[in-house]
């Protein structure tokens, strides 16, 4: 059983240096994920096995501090989902002032037309004749 708990240790270490020969790279590391490594079963290093115990404990360690590499794209993930809802934010205030300026220049138009008695040129329009 020493030869085997070697296969475990070593396949840890491959694990931890990032690696593995068996196992996609990345892979989280877990008991299920060693044993693989090692050429062994899924589930074949149990808790309630002694012989174990300190490969157990090598590995939640080395799992612990190692980060998961899911954490770092649902931080990316949000990231981008914060930085898509300010875009979207500033767009929203744009249209409201565009919006309000349409508002503005119509009443402005209005005002004009009452006060010069209801004609009023546009600013640009077709040249008249004349004027050439």
Same mark, same amino acid.
């Given at each position: 059983?020493?030869?085997? =708990?070697?296969?475990?240790?070593?396949?840890?270490?491959?694990? !931890?240096?990032?690696?593995?020969? $068996?196992?996609?790279?990345?892979?989280?590391?877990?008991?299920?994920?060693?044993? =693989?490594?090692?050429?062994?079963?899924?589930?074949?290093? !149990?808790?309630?096995?002694?012989?174990?115990?300190?490969?157990?404990?090598?590995?939640?360690?080395?799992?612990?501090?190692?980060?998961?590499?899911?954490?770092?794209?649902?931080?990316? =993930?949000?990231?981008?989902?914060?930085?898509?809802?300010?875009?979207?934010? =500033?767009?929203?205030?744009?249209?409201?002032?565009?919006?309000?300026?349409?508002?503005?220049?119509?009443?402005?138009?209005?005002?004009?037309? !009452?006060?010069?008695?209801?004609? $009023?040129?546009?600013?640009?329009?077709?040249?008249?004749?004349?004027?050439?």
């Amino acid at each position: 059983m020493a030869s085997a =708990l070697t296969d475990y240790f070593e396949a840890l270490e491959r694990l !931890k240096k990032g690696q593995p020969l $068996v196992v996609p790279k990345g892979t989280k590391i877990t008991n299920d994920a060693v044993s =693989l490594e090692a050429g062994r079963g899924k589930g074949t290093i !149990k808790k309630s096995r002694p012989i174990f115990a300190d490969l157990i404990a090598a590995i939640d360690e080395a799992a612990a501090e190692r980060p998961d590499p899911q954490d770092a794209l649902k931080r990316q =993930l949000a990231s981008a989902k914060g930085v898509a809802e300010e875009y979207r934010r =500033l767009w929203e205030e744009a249209l409201a002032r565009e919006a309000s300026l349409l508002m503005e220049l119509y009443e402005a138009k209005n005002t004009i037309g !009452k006060l010069t008695g209801g004609t $009023v040129l546009p600013i640009r329009g077709k040249r008249h004749r004349a004027a050439l």
